[in-house]
């Protein structure tokens, strides 16, 4: 063999050091030049978007529920943080593999690209063009690495056997690497906030939500009982805040639909096939009702439900125009990003307030929630109803097609169970002696709850008192006063009963495949 050069010949920490680097400073580039590139496609033409949402559409359901029960609505964040310490450490490594061999180095970059590419095409609504990013910040970050490691070496890249090509007369600079080095890096940041800036002022969502007015419904929401709140410190408010209602979906980042664009296809097994602009939503007679949500990976006493005042257009009056034929049972909805869901056709049909919401307690839908439109389903997990940014109505049959989560092991109806939830006392808190305040909420939508039974220390179950109900769609708060409670710790468990006189379910089970079931509890002290 012939002499290696003199920089990989020490191995020492610092020049295993330096091959990371490079690797990370190409890894940079790479991404930095195609997401600023991805600026002027739009979301799917981004590899971290595509590589994340490929990532959530192939995640077991065991991995799934674990990341909603460990992180809860900052999953997403976590996928984010995640991805980069994995493409840090494949950077890392290829940076270090090219001071041996940088052919071998940048093969593995390029099947990094590869992998990417596939990703990205295999997204809903990808073309050939959307590669087109991908293809020139790999470029990018292969001319980088190719730089940054012969600037440290001071020659031409190593032969693919490890021994330098012949010399040209150039030694090792540290100084040289180190100032392209820090270029590179500085054209990455550049680029990469470029592309961030660019993709906000291409997109006008933002900017339509913020001016839009929503008009006046032609069906008020009723007013809400005086005593809907439980007369209780701590327990959740009967609306949830628009900033605190939980986001669960498969959207890596959030689309930015246009709504002036914006446009929802409705066809399938129907006598007349239609579109709807935003701009006739606007102008429809519009309904507005409360409504709580929950999400079917919502674990026994957990906080994935909340409750809003929604603004939109009845599903029934779109499908009555739609005029499905006989024999469809199912429509399946479709988001912009791929999501789909599988509604049994005569929910959408009966007398329930079934929507294309466009408005949350008063204001636009929020981007994380659907804007510009969404489905709003009382009575039904989301996962077969709650459609956000929906852009697809097909009527079609349960036979035939299958939602996202269905088509991944859940079940294809998912009609919401009866639950409970003790939120005050905290689990774990610690109570002063005397006079313990215990409440909470309950929810059987479409049925409503006629009462909440409370069980102390495996006493004898007592009533709790009921908040005013709102409506049979909402969940209902309930209240108890534990008078001279003890010191000590305590368990306080609870249940519930529909208007149908049908008592929640005691056996615990997992929210896979429809729904969690289970009386919940917790343990407090009082001191």
């Given at each position: 063999m012939g002499k290696r050069s003199t920089a990989f010949k020490k191995q020492d920490w610092r020049t295993f050091g330096i091959g990371a680097l490079a690797g990370l400073i190409s890894a940079g580039v790479l991404f930095a030049i195609a997401e600023l590139v991805a600026a002027f496609f739009g979301p799917v033409a981004s590899p971290l978007t595509s590589v994340g949402s490929t990532f959530i559409d192939f995640t077991p359901a065991w991995m799934k529920n674990f990341a909603i029960a460990t992180f809860g609505t900052n999953d997403k964040m976590v996928l984010l943080l995640s991805m980069g310490i994995v493409a840090a450490l494949l950077s890392a490594v290829a940076g270090v593999v090219a001071l041996k061999s940088l052919r071998i180095a940048l093969g593995m970059v390029s099947a990094f690209a590869i992998v990417m590419a596939a990703c990205i095409i295999t997204r809903s609504g990808a073309g050939p063009f959307d590669l087109l990013p991908l293809l020139i910040g790999t470029a990018a970050g292969l001319w980088a690495l190719r730089l940054l490691i012969r600037s440290f070496l001071g020659q031409p890249a190593a032969k693919s056997n490890g021994e330098p090509a012949p010399s040209q007369g150039?030694?090792?600079?540290?100084?040289?690497?180190?100032?392209?080095?820090?270029?590179?890096?500085?054209?990455?940041?550049?680029?990469?906030?470029?592309?961030?800036?660019?993709?906000?002022?291409?997109?006008?969502?933002?900017?339509?939500?913020?001016?839009l007015k929503l008009p006046a419904p032609k069906i008020k929401a009723e007013a809400l009982p005086a005593g809907v709140q439980a007369p209780v410190e701590g327990v959740t408010p009967f609306v949830t805040p628009n900033k605190d209602f939980y986001r669960i979906d498969t959207a890596l980042i959030v689309p930015e639909l246009d709504p002036e664009s914006w446009e929802l296809r409705?066809?399938?097994?129907?006598?007349?096939?239609?579109?709807?602009?935003?701009?006739?939503?606007?102008?429809?007679?519009?309904?507005?009702?409360?409504?709580?949500?929950?999400?079917?990976?919502?674990?026994?006493?957990?906080?994935?439900?909340?409750?809003a005042k929604w603004l939109g257009f009845p599903l029934r009056e779109v499908l009555a125009r739609a005029k499905p034929k006989a024999g469809a049972d199912m429509v399946l909805s479709t988001s912009s990003d791929g999501f789909s869901a599988s509604t049994p056709l005569p929910v959408l049909q009966d007398d329930r307030d079934a929507m294309l919401a466009i408005g949350m307690n008063g204001e636009p839908l929020p981007l994380e929630h659907g804007f510009p439109v969404r489905m709003v389903v009382p009575g039904l997990y989301g996962f077969v109803s709650a459609t956000k940014w929906?852009?697809?109505?097909?009527?079609?049959?349960?036979?035939?097609?299958?939602?996202?989560?269905?088509?991944?092991?859940?079940?294809?109806?998912?009609?919401?169970?009866?639950?409970?939830?003790?939120?005050?006392?905290?689990?774990?808190?610690?109570?002063?002696?005397?006079?313990?305040?215990?409440?909470?909420?309950?929810?059987?939508?479409?049925?409503?709850?006629?009462?909440?039974?409370?069980?102390?220390?495996?006493?004898?179950?007592?009533?709790?008192?009921?908040?005013?109900?709102?409506?049979?769609?909402?969940?209902?708060?309930?209240?108890?006063?534990?008078?001279?409670?003890?010191?000590?710790?305590?368990?306080?468990?609870?249940?519930?009963?529909?208007?149908?006189?049908?008592?929640?379910?005691?056996?615990?089970?997992?929210?896979?495949?429809?729904g969690s079931t289970g009386w919940h509890s917790i343990n407090f002290t009082v001191t």
């Open positions: 150039v030694t090792p600079s540290r100084r040289t690497f180190l100032i392209r080095s820090a270029a590179l890096a500085g054209v990455a940041v550049v680029a990469g906030f470029g592309g961030s800036v660019l993709s906000a002022t291409r997109n006008t969502a933002r900017a339509f939500r913020d001016a409705v066809h399938g097994m129907v006598e007349e096939e239609f579109s709807i602009t935003f701009d006739q939503l606007l102008k429809s007679e519009l309904i507005e009702s409360h409504v709580t949500l929950t999400c079917v990976s919502n674990v026994v006493g957990g906080n994935l439900a909340g409750n929906v852009v697809d109505l097909e009527v079609t049959t349960f036979a035939e097609k299958a939602g996202y989560w269905t088509s991944r092991g859940w079940s294809s109806h998912g009609p919401i169970k009866t639950a409970s939830r003790v939120e005050v006392p905290r689990a774990f808190g610690r109570i002063p002696a005397g006079k313990v305040s215990i409440g909470g909420s309950a929810w059987a939508q479409t049925k409503g709850i006629s009462k909440v039974e409370i069980q102390l220390d495996d006493g004898a179950w007592q009533q709790a008192t009921l908040a005013d109900e709102a409506s049979v769609d909402t969940w209902r708060q309930w209240s108890y006063i534990w008078n001279d409670a003890p010191a000590g710790t305590h368990k306080v468990r609870v249940r519930a009963y529909d208007t149908a006189g049908e008592l929640q379910i005691e056996d615990q089970a997992p929210p896979e495949p429809d």
